[in-house]
C-alpha cells in the first residue's frame, strides 16, 4: 500500500480539494492500525464534514472501511436474506417484530444492531430487558439460528468493519457525526460487510432524528441506495416521520411490551402500518413477494412463534415478567384540544434522563426506565388528562426529565389536523 503522510492528507481535504482512492485506503487502514493518530483523525474528520466528499469519495471511504475486517457470508443459510437499517429514532421499536414477521413469510434476517446513544433507544439495549437474552453470538452460532430460526437480533462480530467502530467513537467525541458522507459510509460499510443480499432502509425525518429536514434525508438515503447498488445489494430507502415518537413507548421493557402487542396482532397502528410496511419492501428485496402477507403472519400467531425461538436460541426467557418501573409520575394536558404535536426530541431526551439511555459508551441503561404515551397526535384531550407518563425506578430523575418536556405538548382548538404522513417517500 501506498504511504502517505497524514497531515498532507488532512491539507488536501481542509483546503477543499479531492482525496485520491489511494490516499483513503491508506488513511482508514492507518488509522485503524494506530498508526495515525486520534487528533489527526479528528482534523480529517472535520474537514469532510465542513467540505464534503464526492461521490468516488464516499464510495472508496466505504469500500475501505469494509477491508479493514472480514465479510461475513450466509450464503449457507439455505434461503434468501434481507435486512433492515433504521438511522434511530425515539420509539423505533420496528426491528423487534420485523425480523420475526419477515422470518415467518422465509426470507432470513441477520440483524446486526447497536446500543442507544444520545435520545436514540438501541435495539440491544431493549432485548437486554429480557431475562437471560444475550447479545453477543459468535459468527457460527448466527448462521446456525438463521439456518434454524431464520432471525437473528445481535451485536456486530469483532471483525465486521472494524474502522467503523473506531472512527464512530471518535466523531461521537468531536461534533462530526452529522456529515452525510460518514453517516452514509458508517452505516453501508457495516450492512454491505455482513453479507445481506437485500436491505431496506428507514430514513427518519424530524425533530427525533438525525435528519432533521426532508432535503437532507433525501440526500442520505440517495447516498446509501447508491452505495449499496454498487455493491450489489439491492437496497431500498424509505424516508419516514420522527417528528413524534413512533407508538405509545420510548423506554426499553416498554418497547418490548408494546413489541409483543404488536405480534400478537394487536399493538398501535403506527407500530403495526410500519412493520407491515418495511415487511413487504424486505420480502420484495429479497425476490419472495406476494407468497404470504406480513399481515396474515401477525393474526395467526407464526411471527410470534419466530419471536419465541429467537429469543430462546440466544438464552433469553420469552415468558419471563419484564422489568416494571418502581415509581410513575403523569404530565397532563394543560387545555382541551386536539394534540397535534408531541415533539419526539423531547420525548427521547425525557426517557434517556429517565435513564433508558446513557451518556457515555460504558453507562448502564435502566431496563424498566422511559415514557409512556397516553395519546398520539390527532388525538382529542382534555385539560387534566394525563398525556404521558414517566417511568423510573428512581423518583429522583423526575424533575429533569419534566423539564425536557417543556412545550414538548401543542394543543389545538379542536377541528384542527396535524400533517404527518407516515412515510413521507421512496428511493430505489
Ligand atoms: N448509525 C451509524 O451506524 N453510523 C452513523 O454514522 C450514524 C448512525
Known amino acids: 500500500?501506498?504511504?502517505?503522510?497524514?497531515?498532507?492528507?488532512?491539507?488536501?481535504?481542509?483546503?477543499?480539494g479531492s482525496l485520491s482512492g489511494d490516499q483513503i485506503d491508506w488513511v482508514i487502514d492507518a488509522y485503524t492500525r494506530g498508526a495515525v493518530a486520534d487528533e489527526q483523525m479528528s482534523a480529517l474528520l472535520m474537514a469532510i464534514l465542513l467540505r464534503g466528499m464526492n461521490v468516488d469519495e464516499i464510495a472508496r471511504w466505504t469500500q475501505a472501511m469494509i477491508a479493514s475486517g472480514e465479510r461475513l457470508d450466509f450464503a449457507g443459510v439455505g434461503r434468501p436474506t434481507a435486512d433492515k437499517h433504521s438511522t434511530g429514532g425515539v420509539g423505533d421499536k420496528i426491528t423487534l417484530p420485523l425480523a420475526s414477521v419477515v422470518a415467518a413469510c422465509g426470507v432470513a434476517v441477520p440483524q446486526l444492531s447497536g446500543r442507544g446513544l444520545g435520545h436514540t433507544g438501541g435495539t440491544l439495549d431493549k432485548l437486554e430487558s429480557i431475562p437471560g437474552w444475550r447479545a453477543s453470538l459468535a459468527y457460527d452460532e448466527i448462521v446456525n439460528q438463521l439456518r434454524d430460526v431464520g432471525a437473528v437480533i445481535c451485536a456486530p462480530t469483532d471483525t465486521l468493519a472494524p474502522a467503523d467502530r473506531k472512527l464512530y467513537a471518535l466523531r461521537d467525541v468531536t461534533g462530526t457525526v452529522e456529515s452525510i458522507p460518514l453517516i452514509a459510509s458508517s452505516i453501508m460499510s457495516k450492512k454491505i460487510a455482513e453479507g445481506t443480499q437485500a436491505l431496506v432502509l428507514d430514513v427518519k425525518v424530524g425533530s427525533g432524528a438525525f435528519m432533521?429536514?426532508?432535503?437532507?434525508?433525501?440526500?442520505?438515503a440517495a447516498t446509501m441506495v447508491e452505495l449499496g447498488a454498487a455493491a450489489g445489494v439491492r437496497t431500498v430507502a424509505l424516508l419516514t416521520n420522527m417528528a413524534s415518537p413512533l407508538g405509545r413507548t420510548a423506554g426499553n421493557a416498554l418497547e418490548v411490551r408494546e413489541s409483543l402487542e404488536v405480534l400478537a396482532g394487536g399493538g398501535p397502528s403506527d407500530v403495526v402500518e410500519l412493520t407491515v410496511t418495511l415487511a413487504r419492501e424486505m420480502l420484495a428485496a429479497a425476490g419472495v413477494e406476494g407468497d404470504i402477507d406480513p399481515t396474515d403472519v401477525l393474526k395467526d400467531g407464526t411471527a410470534m412463534d419466530v419471536w419465541r425461538r429467537m429469543i430462546r436460541s440466544q438464552g433469553g426467557d420469552p415468558d419471563a415478567p419484564l422489568p416494571r418501573a418502581r415509581e410513575t409520575h403523569d404530565i397532563l394536558a394543560p387545555t382541551e384540544g386536539v394534540l397535534v404535536e408531541l415533539d419526539a426530541y423531547q420525548v427521547g431526551v425525557a426517557a434517556w434522563r429517565l435513564g433508558?439511555?446513557?451518556?457515555?459508551?460504558?453507562d448502564p441503561v435502566s431496563a424498566a426506565a422511559g415514557v409512556e404515551l397516553h395519546a398520539k397526535p390527532g388525538a382529542h384531550v382534555r385539560a387534566g388528562q394525563p398525556v404521558l407518563t414517566l417511568h423510573a425506578d428512581d423518583p429522583g430523575r423526575f424533575p429533569r426529565a419534566v423539564e425536557a418536556l417543556k412545550g414538548a405538548i401543542t394543543i389545538a382548538?379542536?377541528?384542527?389536523?396535524?400533517?404527518?404522513?407516515?412515510?413521507?417517500?421512496?428511493?430505489?
Open 1 to 16: 500500500m501506498t504511504e502517505f503522510d497524514a497531515v498532507d492528507v488532512i491539507r488536501t481535504k481542509r483546503d477543499g
Open 212 to 220: 432533521k429536514n426532508v432535503d437532507d434525508a433525501r440526500e442520505l
Open 356 to 362: 433508558a439511555g446513557r451518556s457515555r459508551k460504558e
Open 413 to 428: 382548538p379542536a377541528g384542527a389536523r396535524p400533517d404527518q404522513p407516515l412515510v413521507i417517500d421512496r428511493l430505489g
